[in-house]
């Protein structure tokens, strides 16, 4: 399964995180992945419920749920925010 590493800014444990994302899956299972894991490594700062929402940490763009990662044009390096 191919993976970019990508840098996730979290805001609310002002700290950032290398993850690497499969590029084949959806961003609406990503997401669910990505906030429980940044939930467990925040020290209880982010707590993983409601809507967290994964947008391009420069633009701000939200990204579409129901696309895979590939084509969303996220690339080693990228840069996103997890609000």
């Known amino acids: 399964m191919n993976k970019v590493l990508v840098e996730i800014f979290l805001p609310a444990a002002n700290r950032s995180f290398d993850v ?3 590029l084949e899956t959806k961003m609406s299972e990503v997401l669910v992945l990505v906030s429980t894991l ?3 490594l925040s020290d209880g ?5 409601g809507n967290p929402v994964l947008c ?4 701000g ?3 579409n749920i129901n696309m895979a990662v590939s084509e969303l ?3 080693n390096g990228s840069k996103l925010m997890l609000i």
């Open 61 to 63: 763009i939200i990204f």
């Open 45 to 49: 700062k982010y707590k993983a419920m």
């Open 20 to 22: 690497y994302l499969p």
């Open 56 to 59: 391009d940490a420069s633009s």
């Open 38 to 40: 940044l939930s467990d």
């Open 73 to 75: 044009g996220i690339q």
